[in-house]
Each structure stands twice: as structure tokens, then as C-alpha cells.
């Protein structure tokens, strides 16, 4: 899983909310927080639980921020009754 980072601007901006507001509510720089919201700076799991309580989003639902993304080289499809696997560098199939 990875963190969708602009599914938290568009939190964001729904709230109607400044970057500058945001960290204000943080208590943490604008620049800091860019750096964040741009994927420059990790978000550590308790940076995500003040976001997402600043938001107004309850813990329980604070998997919105969340998207799975398949590991590359997993994917695999059916080809002549074999399996095939994709790989992650070319996206070929092969056995």
C-alpha cells in the first residue's frame, strides 16, 4: 500500500483549507508541510493521524489515504494453458 497524496490535497482543499492553515493546525512550517503533500518529506503514521484529524476524518476511515498498488513482476495471465508472469524492468510475459 502507498499513500495517496493527493487524496489528501483534495481533502485539503474540500475543507476549504490553505497549505499555510494546514500546517498552522500541524504546528509545522508551510514549507514543511509542502514538502510532505508533494511526496518529498515521508508522512509518518502519526503525521497521517493529525492530517487526518485535522481533516475531521475518524481514524477508523483514515484507509481513504491509502491505495494498493500490485508489486510489479506479480502480475500474471494465462497463455496456452501456462501461466505467465510480467516482468517489472521490460513488462514482458514469460514463463
Do not use: C, W
Not at 493529525?50 to 506479480?74: C, K, M, W
Request: hydrophobic content about 40%; proline content about 1%.
Amino acid at each position: 500500500m502507498t499513500l495517496n497524496l493527493l487524496r489528501i490535497r483534495a481533502e485539503r482543499i474540500a475543507k476549504g483549507m490553505t497549505q499555510e492553515e494546514m500546517a498552522e493546525r500541524l504546528g509545522i512550517s508551510r514549507a514543511a508541510y509542502a514538502k510532505r503533500e508533494a511526496g518529498i518529506v515521508d508522512i509518518g503514521a502519526n503525521e497521517l493521524a493529525a492530517i487526518s484529524e485535522v481533516l475531521g476524518i475518524d481514524r477508523d476511515h483514515i484507509s481513504i489515504f491509502l491505495t494498493y498498488r500490485p508489486r510489479l513482476g506479480t502480475i500474471t495471465k494465462i497463455k496456452n494453458g501456462r501461466r505467465l508472469k510480467k516482468h517489472a524492468g521490460n513488462g514482458q510475459y514469460s514463463r
